[in-house]
């Protein structure tokens, strides 16, 4: 099971940190990603990163201002979101896929989080 949370409303310019935890111990093994998603749009990947956290991929969009990382003790993965825009709002998502990773396509993973919201003001 994956839990999401540290979403909220931001001004533009500021930053958040998103968390997924996951309560199993295997969650060590899996490659985890973010995703969001805007209303009356897709789900898309916004970040992602390999099983031991060696590896990160990142969409154009949100490269240079988000960053991924994985605590494995913790069994928690972060997004480190800065210099948000307005357009940055969406529901964020969390996803594990039991694979090394980072894994790109939403239909590759396993387990999904419920979302957080995040909403930037202008």
């Known amino acids: 099971q994956l839990q999401a949370y540290g979403g909220g409303l931001v001004q533009a310019g500021g930053s958040l940190r998103l968390s997924c935890t996951a309560s199993?111990?295997?969650?060590?093994?899996?490659?985890v990603g973010w995703f969001r998603q805007a209303p009356g749009t897709e789900r898309e990947i916004v970040a992602a990163?390999?099983?031991?956290?060696?590896?990160?991929y990142y969409a154009d969009s949100w490269k240079g201002r988000f960053t991924i990382s994985k605590d494995i003790s913790k069994r928690t993965v972060y997004l480190q979101m800065n210099s948000l825009k307005p357009e940055d709002t969406a529901v964020y998502y969390c996803?594990?896929?039991?694979?090394?990773?980072?894994?790109?396509?939403?239909?590759?993973?396993?387990?999904w989080g419920q979302g957080t919201q995040v909403t930037v003001s202008s």
């Open positions: 996803a594990a896929d039991a694979a090394r990773g980072p894994t790109i396509q939403t239909t590759d993973y396993d387990y």
């Open positions: 199993a111990r295997t969650f060590r093994d899996y490659a």
């Open positions: 990163i390999s099983w031991n956290g060696g590896t990160t």
